[in-house]
């Protein structure tokens, strides 16, 4: 199995920029599926943008144009940019690292955003 950490969050007026990173214990290279995820207190957690193996990357409407996934694998680590924050961005993201063969579905413990004045 695969065991990922997040690091990367903290406290950011609106408008600023992080960068978060997922940090994995083994290669990622056949890991088909690299995610964020967050979830806001009272909300459900939700997908943020997801890395696919061979390049694809997808976003949620809320984050387009504004976030961008990345992935290293010679570094085994996803990161996650993140610029012109909002204070809606707040919450726990979670980086999740998903595959069917070998199986893998492993989550992180999360890093606290705050986007706030």
């Known amino acids: 199995q695969v065991q990922v950490v997040e690091s990367g969050g903290g406290l950011v007026q609106p408008g600023g920029s992080l960068r978060l990173s997922c940090a994995a214990s083994?290669?990622?290279?056949?890991?088909?599926?690299m995610g964020w995820y967050r979830q806001a207190p009272g909300n459900q957690r939700e997908l943020v943008a997801e890395?696919?193996?061979?390049?694809?990357?997808t976003y949620a409407d809320s984050v387009k144009g504004r976030f961008t996934i990345s992935r290293d694998n010679a570094k085994n680590t996803v990161y996650l940019q993140m610029n012109s924050l909002k204070p809606e961005d707040t919450g726990v993201y979670y980086c999740?690292?998903?595959?069917?063969?070998?199986?893998?579905?492993?989550w992180g413990q999360g890093t606290q955003v705050t986007v706030s004045s």
């Open positions: 083994r290669s990622i290279f056949v890991i088909s599926t």
């Open positions: 999740n690292a998903y595959s069917i063969r070998p199986f893998v579905n492993s």
């Open positions: 890395s696919i193996k061979g390049g694809t990357t």
